[in-house]
Each structure stands twice: as structure tokens, then as C-alpha cells.
């Protein structure tokens, strides 16, 4: 008997169409509601279909963009990895991750065209997606967009805590590999040491855009995006706010330049529902989900 590895959403997401296993030369949304070594405010488990509810109530066209949802025709909605709380949460992340292995085992995510958007959760579920583009891609360009730099070699015991995914990642890296960071304003002096000497820190939006606009079109590009990048004025449901952020229009202008350019995944992860009652953060996460599920759009203008 197969062991069920995904459970189907509340609702599946507006326009996507229903799937039991990754489908080939489509985007698959699928959700990772893992929280076990977030530190300070949890509640980002309940993300994936709390950001599934508010899609269908919001516009599916993007006046920056000018497309819909609705022409997004290879779209499927896989639900959510099945994650247990046992109260050890690297076990718990372990099981959730190997379970994502076994989701994608058999397929050649590069070959088989396979492009996954992934719900957070907390940023170390990144980890299993990241990974897996890094082996399949040993040209990827890694984006992170961030409050922070995630480059602990591990955080409060836990090896693949949501503080050090970027580093994580780092372990996988290839010479053909890249990473740019924007966004970062909060970490120890090691991590901004770090940054500087390998030059992984966009020194501004400017740079951070005019960077993706230089990639070849065929260059595959990954963004993990935590949502704390965005300032807590307007983003307030995460669960390790930082001032000093950035605002939406700063995001449309870097998914109007990955529009062109070959995106192969993305996650968007650390939105805690709980922590903002008034809802208004779900509502911006979801419009960030919305514009990056377009940005992945090959046909059209
Ligand atoms: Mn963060």
C-alpha cells in the first residue's frame, strides 16, 4: 500500500486544478505547513490554506503583470505535505521532508519540467526544495529575499532551523551556482561578514533588478522568499518581524524583471495567520503568491 504523502487542501487554489502527484511542464503549488523550530510566534502551519481561502476572494489579474489566473492553463494544486507534530521537531521535519523525496521520486524536475511553488510554513522547508533544483540545476541562481540572512550554521540545536536554510543550501552548492540576497537587514556580524566577502548582498533594488535583468532567458532562477522582507508596517503576520523593510512595489518591480527570465521554483514561507487578527497580512501574502504564479507564465505577452 502506497503511504500517503500529500492531504488535499480546504479548498484548492483558484484556478488550479487538482493533482495527486507533480505533474510535468506545469507549475505545482503544493503547501508545507511546517513550524516546528520557528523561535518566537508560531502559527505558520495553517499558512498554505489560509493563503488558498483568501485567493479566491481577491482579483486573478494582475494589473502589473496583465495577466489572470484564469490564462495560467498548466497549473495544479498537489495540497499539503502531511506533516506530524511529535514534539520533536527535527524529526518531524525530517519525516515531512522525506516524504517530499518520495513525492518526487522518479521524476527529473529539469527534464520533466516540473516547477513547484511551495506554501510555507517556515523557511527551512525551503530546504527540501532548494536542494533538490540545486542537483537539478547546476546553473541555478539562487534569489533571497529576507529580513535576514539565514546563514547560521544552526540555531537553538536544530541543524535545519528556519536561521540557517541559506546556509543549508550552501552545502549543496556547485561552482555553477549563485546566490543573491536583498532584503537582509538583521543578523550576527559573522553572516554580514560573510555576505561581503562573497559579495552575496544586493546593495540595493536597483542592483538587486538590474542583476536578474542580466541573466541569460534561459538561466534557471529559484526564489525563496521569506515574507519578513516585507516591512511589519504592511506585513505584520510573520513570526520575526524586522523595521526597516521593504515595501510591495519594490517586489512588483523584481517580478516584473523575473517575468523574462526561467523561473524553475519559488516558496513563500513564515506567514503566521495568528499573528495578525485584522487578516490583512493573508491578504498580501496571497497577492504575492498571485504575482509570482504569473511570473512562472510562458505563454502570452
Ligand atoms: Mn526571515
Given at each position: 500500500m502506497t503511504q500517503l504523502l500529500v492531504q488535499p487542501p480546504k479548498g484548492l487554489y483558484r484556478a488550479a486544478r487538482p493533482a495527486l502527484q507533480p505533474q510535468a511542464h506545469s507549475l505545482n503549488l503544493i503547501g508545507f505547513g511546517f513550524d516546528g523550530t520557528a523561535c518566537f510566534r508560531k502559527g505558520t502551519a495553517i499558512a498554505p490554506d489560509a493563503i488558498r481561502m483568501v485567493a479566491s476572494d481577491i482579483e486573478s489579474y494582475s494589473p502589473y503583470l496583465d495577466l489572470d489566473l484564469e490564462e495560467v492553463t498548466s497549473f495544479y494544486d498537489l495540497g499539503n505535505i502531511i506533516v506530524t507534530q511529535s514534539g520533536d521537531a527535527h524529526q518531524d521535519y525530517l519525516a515531512a521532508h522525506e516524504r517530499f523525496n518520495d513525492l518526487v521520486a522518479g521524476f527529473d524536475l529539469a527534464a520533466d519540467g516540473i516547477q513547484f511553488l511551495a506554501l510555507g510554513g517556515e523557511h527551512s522547508i525551503s530546504y527540501s526544495f532548494i536542494s533538490k533544483y540545486l542537483h537539478?540545476?547546476?546553473d541555478l541562481v539562487l534569489l533571497h529575499l529576507d529580513a535576514h540572512a539565514d546563514l547560521r550554521d544552526e540555531y537553538q540545536g536544530y541543524h535545519y532551523s528556519h536561521a540557517s536554510?541559506?546556509?543549508?543550501c550552501l552545502d549543496y552548492f556547485g561552482p555553477g551556482h549563485q546566490l543573491l540576497q536583498y532584503g537582509i537587514r538583521s543578523g550576527t556580524r559573522d553572516e554580514y561578514?560573510?555576505?561581503r566577502a562573497k559579495q552575496t548582498l544586493a546593495p540595493s533594488l536597483?542592483?538587486?533588478?538590474?542583476f536578474i535583468e542580466g541573466?541569460?532567458?534561459d538561466r534557471p532562477v529559484y526564489l525563496t522568499l521569506?515574507?519578513?522582507y516585507f516591512d511589519p508596517a504592511y506585513l505584520p503576520?510573520?513570526?520575526t518581524p524586522e523595521p526597516g523593510g521593504e515595501d510591495f512595489a519594490s517586489f512588483v518591480r523584481i517580478i516584473q524583471a523575473l517575468r523574462h527570465k526561467n523561473?524553475?521554483?519559488a516558496d513563500v514561507v513564515e506567514l503566521s495567520p495568528p499573528v495578525d487578527v485584522s487578516g490583512n497580512s493573508d491578504v498580501f501574502a496571497t497577492k504575492v503568491v498571485r504575482e509570482l504564479i504569473l511570473t512562472f507564465h510562458r505563454g502570452g505577452a
Open positions: 537539478a540545476f547546476p536554510i541559506i546556509r543549508r561578514a560573510w555576505m536597483d542592483a538587486f533588478v538590474a541573466l541569460p532567458a521569506d515574507l519578513d503576520g510573520t513570526g523561473m524553475v521554483g
